[in-house]
């Protein structure tokens, strides 16, 4: 066992390098195209992005119901042959509703671009809604829901939301059984037509770049205009709860879920480049203060982590882990009394520069290849930045002090402030 | 097209490297041939188990993933029931702290007490989180015994049963590093910025002093021929009634593997697999459905599952899945259904391979299975299959007696 093996190698500096904003073109009706060339497979990402989300919604599962029966039947095609069609040129395809934006992304092999687009036009513009396909997806998300409810870390994330935006808000309304029944063709339209429109679109292509790919997306896309003008008016009201601590009993669990955090800041806000790095610090990697204590240290857990998250009207800070019941409170206290620690102690030299590390290879990761390109530009985009956001947060990973994190835990990890929630 | 140089050093330890010049990063995969299936059936979960050990450091570098994390890198594992999986990616010019971290441990790793204790809390505290606190989390946990009843197959990678985890001791984690953490057991593949001649001067340079280890040889049992039927009837606090089926395959080095991950595509691919289409769109009697063959390195399955909607009974789901099924056993699937499903497979394939991490994984995996190559020839196997092979293949496999059957109830008032 005795040998002698090579000394400890030299590590270089990580360098992620900069990445280029992606060429931006207009289709003829003004619906902004971003094209990221890059890869060198003959395949192609395009994500139709909608302004769509659920803050745009006035009940509960509009947004997403009004997205997940895009691909239902269209004008010219029923679900059956959209699905067939799709399948059979081994097209993949997500719809997606998130808190703000909805929209399809479609990954396909380039050569066959030309019926892709046509179908894509189809499915984002020219739905149906056809009733008896609504009536038994509704009956199916209601399965889903029930199974769904199940789970502890479903609801104790449910509340979270509701504890920090409040129930009268899309960001932290609660689904409730009824809600399913509410849902019928003539409303989904209605959010179609007021929400599915050419100046609520965006394009954004990556991959190899089909040459005719801006003449046949004028084709399909370029043409249209929005039949009418929707005068939008919120009554949508971000009220966090007064009550800050909530458990929801789960007969029969054996562990327990817990979130715990607060409404913050968003990526539009200076701060938010350091805020990453805090995050890092506290739950953001394997190595951080959270898994060290709470899962190498005391076993308490599989995982505990921590995030920071940006959404256009609002942002949070969350911590969730799973936990034994009988161990629920020892690792919420040593939760806060990891928080406490960034509070008071500066971050030694050491463990800043295994983050400063771990993060520039992160944004090496983050920007290797077309489909990482694309994600990482659109979720700059969508909170009206450009790539120079990544210049500015790795410009600040490489210079943030330790006496700026503490004054950061400080500001945005005020305990007196944290939503805490268990469910088990 | 992958192009891979491929070397063998003097301890047997085989190493694969393929260069990408697109990627700034390179992968490193270890794959070790261990997994749940060298466990006594009293000892399960020990492979797993191990798997955590592994990232606790050894006499020469105790902190394992802080000199990762320094070289800009980032690192996980895996255990299945055939092997322990454990892979890297980083900045190409780092590429030697990856040689260095992976060499020491491989040579020796430190056995700490506290480091087990801790560990094995951790597992049991992933057994709860991933399988005995999910609704139908335990359904794997009660099929596999069903399904195998000599193989080791039949316990999960985590265990067989929490208890063995905690009765895991020092002297049986130590037994089992020296007799299956070895060069000669083991394959280290490298994929992205590197050249063949850096990766594998590369791996003489930090491997090529292990010494070869005597690896305990594999006495796994084969599993004896299923001749009847088998059910099994269960309830739990769920909200909807689950319908579980699992059919013996052959190795996944068998040609009907291919066929019969075609068979699977034709049932339930994408949104308009058959299943999905009959059984949940039509029929309305699944909220969702899904069938796929496993890619075991022993004789594996097909298995199928599908949760059921409001109040339908759930021997009458199960006939509607053999009805499809029989269906498929006696014609032959449409040459335009044929095409989708190899459409989608050479699609499916040409995605996989744009990730280096999934390329240096992949290449492991065929090298173990014996054939490197078929990281390339695949597609061209599948462009063989004919629609009469699958009808025959559904006639050879998807036969009641070879079938094991578990109704996942619902023990509540609907």
């Known amino acids: 066992m005795n040998i002698i093996f090579p000394p400890k190698p030299q590590v270089v500096p990580v360098n992620p390098g900069k990445i280029r904003n992606p060429a931006r073109v207009l289709l003829n009706n003004g619906t902004p195209v971003y094209m990221i060339e890059a890869g060198t497979e003959d395949i192609m990402r395009i994500d139709f992005t909608f302004d769509a989300g659920e803050a745009q919604e006035y009940l509960p599962l509009l947004a997403s119901t009004t997205n997940m029966m895009l691909t239902e039947g269209s004008r010219n095609y029923s679900s059956q042959e959209l699905n067939k069609i799709l399948d059979f040129h081994g097209a993949f395809y997500n719809l997606y509703a998130e808190k703000d934006r909805a929209g399809l992304i479609i990954f396909f092999i380039t050569r066959h671009i030309e019926k892709i687009l046509e179908l894509a036009g189809e499915i984002v513009f020219r739905p149906l809604f056809p009733g008896t396909e609504l009536k038994a997806l509704m009956k199916k998300r209601l399965r889903w829901y029930l199974v769904n409810r199940e789970k502890v870390n479903n609801l104790a994330m449910e509340h979270f939301f509701k504890s920090i935006?409040?129930?009268?808000?899309?960001?932290?309304?609660?689904?409730?059984?009824?809600?399913?029944?509410?849902?019928?063709?003539?409303?989904?339209?209605?959010?179609?037509?007021?929400?599915?429109?050419?100046?609520?679109?965006?394009?954004?292509?990556?991959?190899?770049?089909?040459?005719?790919?801006?003449d046949l997306l004028n084709g399909h896309f370029g043409e249209n205009f929005a039949s009418d003008v929707y005068i939008e008016e919120s009554h949508n009201l971000l009220k966090a709860s007064e009550n800050r601590r909530t458990h929801i009993k789960k007969p029969g669990a054996v562990q327990t879920a817990v979130r715990i955090g607060c409404p913050a800041i968003n990526k539009c806000h200076p701060d938010y480049p350091g805020l990453k790095i805090l995050n890092v610090i506290l739950g953001g990697?394997?190595?951080?203060?959270?898994?060290?204590?709470?899962?190498?240290?005391?076993?308490?857990?599989?995982?505990?982590?921590?995030?920071?998250?940006?959404?256009?009207?609002?942002?949070?800070?969350?911590?969730?882990?799973?936990?034994?019941?009988?161990?629920?409170?020892?690792?919420?206290?040593?939760?806060?009394?990891?928080?406490?620690?960034?509070?008071?102690?500066?971050?030694?030299?050491?463990?800043?520069?295994?983050?400063?590390?771990y993060m520039l290879g992160e944004m090496v990761r983050m920007f290797d290849g077309p489909f990482a390109l694309a994600e990482s530009f659109r979720s700059a985009?969508?909170?009206?930045?450009?790539?120079?956001?990544?210049?500015?947060?790795?410009?600040?990973?490489?210079?943030?002090?330790?006496?700026e994190i503490t004054a950061l835990a400080g500001t945005y990890y005020n305990i007196e402030k944290l939503h805490e929630i268990t469910a088990g | 097209?992958?192009?891979?140089?491929?070397?063998?050093?003097?301890?047997?330890l085989k190493v694969l490297v393929h260069e990408d010049r697109s990627t700034p990063l390179v992968a490193m995969n270890i794959l070790?041939?261990?997994?749940?299936?060298d466990e006594g059936p009293g000892s399960t979960g020990l492979a797993h188990l191990f798997e955590h050990l592994m990232f606790g450091g050894t006499a020469r570098i105790p902190d394992f993933d802080r000199h990762l994390l320094l070289a800009g890198g980032e690192n996980n594992a895996f255990t299945n029931t055939d092997i322990t999986d454990y892979y890297i990616t980083l900045p190409s010019e780092n590429i030697e702290t990856a040689f260095w971290l992976e060499s020491d441990r491989m040579n020796l790793l430190d056995f700490s007490q506290r480091n087990l204790d801790i560990q094995k809390n951790v597992v049991i505290e992933e057994f709860y989180q991933r399988y005995l606190n999910q609704p139908y989390g335990d359904a794997m946990l009660l099929l596999r015994p069903l399904v195998y009843k000599i193989h080791p197959y039949r316990w999960p990678a985590i265990g067989m049963d929490i208890s063995h985890i905690r009765n895991a001791d020092q002297e049986k984690v130590m037994g089992f590093f020296f007799s299956h953490y070895a060069p000669?057991?083991?394959?280290?593949?490298?994929?992205?910025?590197?050249?063949?001649?850096?990766?594998?001067?590369?791996?003489?340079?930090w491997f090529g002093k292990i010494e070869k280890r005597a690896v305990r040889p594999k006495t796994v049992?084969?599993?004896?021929?299923?001749?009847?039927?088998?059910?099994?009837?269960?309830?739990?606090?769920?909200?909807?009634?689950?319908?579980?089926?699992?059919w013996h395959t052959g190795p996944r080095t068998s040609d009907d593997f291919y066929t019969l991950d075609l068979l699977t595509d034709i049932l339930s691919g994408g949104e308009s697999g058959r299943l999905h289409t009959k059984l949940v769109r039509q029929k309305k009697l699944f909220s969702e459905i899904n069938a796929y063959v496993t890619s075991d390195v022993d004789p594996g399955l097909i298995i199928l599952h599908g949760k059921l909607m409001k109040d339908v009974d759930i021997r009458h789901a199960e006939e509607s899945v053999n009805k499809v099924i029989d269906t498929l056993k006696r014609s032959c699937p449409p040459p335009l259904e044929m095409e989708k499903v190899r459409n989608r497979y050479e699609s499916s394939n040409v995605f996989a391979n744009t990730n280096i991490l999934n390329k240096a994984m992949n290449l492991a995996f065929y090298e173990l299975i014996g054939n490197p190559d078929l990281i390339n020839d695949e597609v061209d196997i599948y462009k063989k299959i004919d629609s009469m092979m699958v009808t025959e293949a559904a006639r050879k496999y998807l036969d009641p007696s070879n079938c094991s059957i578990l109704y996942y109830k619902s023990a509540r008032r609907k």
């Open chain 1, 285 to 357: 990697y394997f190595n951080s203060r959270l898994m060290k204590n709470i899962r190498e240290d005391k076993g308490l857990t599989y995982g505990i982590h921590s995030m920071v998250s940006s959404l256009i009207l609002s942002g949070f800070n969350i911590i969730s882990t799973e936990v034994s019941k009988k161990s629920t409170q020892k690792a919420i206290d040593e939760i806060y009394s990891e928080i406490r620690r960034l509070q008071s102690e500066p971050v030694e030299k050491e463990e800043l520069t295994i983050v400063r590390n």
């Open chain 2, 32 to 37: 070790y041939y261990v997994g749940s299936k």
């Open chain 2, 221 to 246: 049992p084969s599993e004896p021929v299923q001749t009847e039927a088998r059910m099994l009837t269960v309830e739990r606090e769920v909200p909807a009634d689950a319908l579980y089926m699992a």
């Open chain 1, 165 to 214: 935006f409040g129930n009268h808000h899309p960001y932290g309304r609660q689904i409730v059984p009824e809600d399913f029944e509410n849902m019928n063709p003539p409303l989904l339209k209605d959010f179609h037509a007021a929400n599915y429109t050419p100046e609520k679109l965006a394009i954004i292509i990556s991959g190899k770049i089909h040459g005719r790919t801006l």
């Open chain 2, 184 to 205: 000669n057991n083991s394959i280290l593949t490298l994929t992205g910025n590197i050249t063949c001649g850096r990766g594998i001067s590369l791996a003489e340079k």
């Open chain 1, 381 to 403: 985009w969508e909170f009206g930045l450009d790539t120079s956001y990544y210049d500015t947060l790795i410009k600040k990973i490489r210079t943030i002090t330790p006496d």
């Open chain 2, 1 to 12: 097209m992958i192009d891979y140089s491929r070397y063998t050093l003097d301890n047997g």
